[in-house]
């Protein structure tokens, strides 16, 4: 027996979560609540509310297919910037090397001429 039909004959109303499933059936959720001493108007009134809260904040495929989507444009932004980073730490790199090798040439020729003045 498919939900769909057991829905419609029922007033079940269902909310999809990923791969979870919430079912609520307001009119038998009514029925419980009138048959508990509330007012069908109050019992209505509940359900909706119930009903209402159950479809807020549920993830719809929309809303699930939005965030993967965002992921999406997230992940390219992050390889976009881990680009460039390791661009500019490979330029950062080379300029060390560069002051290194300078640096290490005239401490050398330091040497060479304190040697060179000490004999």
Not at 55 to 80: Q, Y
Not at 85 to 97: G, P, R
């Amino acid at each position: 027996m498919s939900k769909a039909p057991l829905a419609a004959k029922r007033g079940a109303c269902y909310i999809r979560a990923m791969s979870a499933q919430v079912l609520f059936n307001p009119l038998a959720y009514i029925d419980r609540l009138t048959r508990g001493g509330f007012s069908p108007e109050q019992a209505r009134a509940s359900a909706e509310a119930l009903e209402t809260a159950f479809s807020e904040s549920v993830a719809t495929k929309a809303d699930v297919g939005d965030v993967r989507h965002d992921m999406e444009l997230l992940k390219r932004d992050l390889a976009e910037v881990e680009g460039r980073l390791k661009l500019e730490i490979s330029q950062s790199k080379t300029e060390i090397l560069r002051w290194v090798f300078g640096f290490n040439l005239v401490l050398i020729g330091a040497i060479f001429t304190i040697v060179k003045f000490v004999r």
